[in-house]
């Protein structure tokens, strides 16, 4: 949405390689900072998120890096597998405002 | 087992005709919210509701209506569809604000002709 700018909207990587994807957003009050992964005609499903008073946060082969100050986000995904691939969404909100990113296609190529 | 459930999962419907797709959720989660999703533009927040009889508009609520009678229940209901709510939409639920893991339905691909 308007409130959260994704980039890019298609990413392809080879097998073993890192993916980032980043998300800027406007609102300062803004507290929490989900993404979320949608396979292809599946429901998304979150698979990290990160709450303002952190910095960064990982999770295996997935990070996130929060800048506050710069209202950007990023998530890091290392060691790419074809299961990888699918639509990532980033989103920010707080406790009654919740906005979603356009979206990334992340293909993996084996 | 912990799930968000809707129904239909696929309809096809006719401009103008009045339809109303479930959803419902069993993890006794306050915030429900609707969203639909359109290729480019990612998921877009329709209503949400803070808790039974609370809802509040999101980004897109023109041409929808929610009802949140029961803590479990939140339907969608298109009183005259239009072409231009042909989308996927999702159910989603979350425990205490949305500021907290949303849990998503399995979707619902309408086409209104």
């Known amino acids: 949405g308007e409130n959260v700018e994704q980039h890019p909207s298609t990413l392809s990587v080879q097998e073993g390689d890192s993916a980032v994807i980043k998300c800027t957003y406007s609102?300062?009050?803004?507290?929490?900072f989900p993404w979320y992964k949608q396979e292809l005609g599946k429901r998304p499903q979150l698979i990290i998120d990160?709450?303002?008073?952190?910095g960064e946060k990982k999770d295996q082969r997935i990070a996130v890096t929060l800048n506050k100050t710069a209202k950007h986000f990023s998530l890091h995904i290392t060691e790419t597998q074809p299961e990888d691939s699918a639509v990532y969404f980033c989103?920010?909100?707080?406790?009654?405002?919740?906005?979603f990113g356009s979206g990334t296609k992340l293909n993996v190529k084996p | 087992e912990a799930q968000v459930t809707q129904n239909p999962r696929y309809l096809i419907t006719v401009t103008g005709k009045k339809l109303t797709v479930t959803c419902s959720q069993n993890?006794?989660?306050?915030?429900m919210s609707w969203y639909r999703q359109d290729p480019g533009l990612g998921l877009r927040q329709i209503y949400y509701?803070?808790?039974?009889?609370?809802?509040d508009k999101g980004d897109v609520p023109e041409g929808y209506k929610v009802s949140r009678k029961e803590k479990r229940n939140f339907p969608l209901i298109l009183e005259s569809p239009s072409p231009n709510q042909t989308s996927l939409y999702f159910c989603?639920?979350?425990?205490?604000?949305?500021?907290?893991?949303?849990?998503f339905g399995q979707g619902t691909r309408l086409t209104v002709v």
């Open positions: 609102d300062s009050a803004s507290n929490y």
């Open positions: 993890m006794n989660h306050e915030y």
């Open positions: 989103a920010e909100g707080n406790f009654n405002k919740f906005y």
């Open positions: 989603a639920s979350s425990s205490q604000g949305l500021n907290t893991e949303a849990f």
């Open positions: 509701s803070m808790n039974v009889e609370v809802t």
């Open positions: 990160i709450r303002s008073n952190v």
